[in-house]
């Protein structure tokens, strides 16, 4: 689940970026994106996927 929430505020930031003319804006949601992905990432290396069945 909180995988789901990490990359929905990734996409969510992604597209505030995509049309936010305000640099002061701008910058806050570039720190905000960049926490998110790095709680993704800290939350994967806790929390490896099992491995397919082969």
């Known amino acids: 689940m909180a995988d789901f929430v990490f990359r929905a505020n990734i996409a969510h930031y ?15 949601l570039h720190k ?13 290396k806790q929390n490896p996927r099992p491995k397919a069945a082969e």
């Open 32 to 44: 905000l994106l960049a926490e998110e992905e790095a709680k993704l990432v800290e939350w994967r």
């Open 14 to 28: 992604k597209e505030l970026l995509a049309t936010e003319a305000d640099a002061r804006k701008i910058e806050m």
